[in-house]
């Protein structure tokens, strides 16, 4: 659907990552993916684009401008190639990278920043914890002072990018209990005390990797903390909404390769004597998959917009999440009835995003808690 925040710019910019997408990415995807990983240099690629780099000072290595849509562009190209885990494997930076520019020391992000963005290094958040990832207000991860030390003990699982990053962003609990006793930590992957093993046999998104964090004792300088103490609870909501962006875009492009693929299929596919594409109830299928993406999308530009005008539509946010990942859930399946038993079968773009929309409705706040908090927001 034509938009009517189309750029010249920002048109170039999607049309550049979509022939990267087509050259770098999608011939190679299913490979990688059966593999269980992606190559190093697919990071440096990327990050040679400054996709990384929104919202980030020059000095840092950033763009030095910010752009919503360039953001959520970049999410949606790279979703296109049907295979989930590329994006994530690179994209534990994406969530840890907006923290690190915002509440670091300024040696840390002049350490840290310019090899992250440019892909040399890897970054990630860890907030979920092996008793819940739901209800951050409650994590039992501790840092205790210690001198000009913080002490971090306590463990995290489920996080992206955990077996191949140098730097972690770790909330911990600096206080009593609930959300005012939270602190973010900046922590190095050789810091001693610090062990990791990898989450393996996943439903999708095989080439990334997800790590268990175990923190036994680990000793950081006081400047480790990121932001002031006790204050770490909001950082890590606030960090939630553009990476929600982020998750309803690479969607939105997950539902395109449906349509695509679904058409591609359909006009091709030959039953009952005529193309299955002139039987009524596929072509019903077609549209009800394309009024999906058009919600959407036209939702998306909608947010994008007010982010870029300094509003954050948290409720908006949410809600466009949950209704995205039913709507993208919808689309895999009527895009798997279409293409038949052929889609059933491994190394179809279809199958693999049938099984990777699960992860969307519960990664990055589950539709569940996305519903409560919209409504918390409407004020009720
Ligand atoms: C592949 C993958 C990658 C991930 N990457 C990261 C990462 O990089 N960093 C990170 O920190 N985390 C990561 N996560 C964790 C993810 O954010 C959590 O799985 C998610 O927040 C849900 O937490 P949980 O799995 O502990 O479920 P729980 O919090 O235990 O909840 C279980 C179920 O109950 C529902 N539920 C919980 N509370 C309520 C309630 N009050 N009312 C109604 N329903 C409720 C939830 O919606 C969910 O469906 C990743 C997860 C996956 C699967």
Partial sequence: MQSPFDTEERRAFRESLRSFVAQEITPFCDDWD???????????????????????????????????????????????????????????????????????SEEI????????????????????????????????????????????????????????????????????PGLEGI??????????????????????????????????????????????????????????????????AGMLGMMKTCLEDSIAWAQERQTFGKPLIRHQVIRHKIADISARIDAVEATLNTICWQVNEGRMPVAEICKAKVFTSKACEFCASEAMQILGGAGYLRGNRIERIYREVKVMAIGGGSEEIMRDLAVRQMGL
Avoid at 40 to 67: N, R, S
Avoid at 192 to 212: E, I, N, V, Y
Wanted: proline share 4%; hydrophobic share 40%.
């Fill in 109 to 176: 992000k002049m350490q840290v920043l310019p090899e992250v963005i440019a892909g040399r290094k890897g970054s990630s958040l860890a907030v979920t914890e092996p008793g819940g990832g739901s209800d951050v207000a409650n994590i039992t991860t501790t840092a205790r002072r210690d001198g000009n030390h913080w002490v971090l003990s306590g463990s995290k699982t489920f996080i992206t990018g955990g077996m191949t990053s140098e730097y972690f962003v770790i909330p911990a609990r600096t206080g009593g």
């Fill in 183 to 248: 602190s973010l930590f900046f922590v190095e992957a050789d810091t001693p005390g610090f062990t990791r093993s990898a989450l393996s046999r996943k439903m999708g998104w095989w080439c990334s990797d997800q790590a268990t964090l175990f923190l036994d004792d680990v000793r950081l300088p006081a400047d480790r903390m990121m932001g002031p103490e006790n204050h770490g609870f909001l950082a890590v909501m606030e960090n939630f909404n553009l990476e929600r962006v982020g998750l309803i």
């Fill in 34 to 104: 059966e593999a269980g990983k992606i190559p190093w240099e697919l990071h440096q690629k990327t990050g040679a684009l400054g996709v990384w780099g929104f919202g980030i000072d020059e000095k840092y290595g950033g763009l030095g401008f910010d752009d919503c849509f360039m953001r959520a562009a970049y999410s949606e190209e790279i979703a296109r190639c049907g295979a989930g885990g590329v994006a994530a494997a690179m994209g534990g930076r994406q969530i840890s990278l907006d923290p690190i520019a915002r509440l670091a």
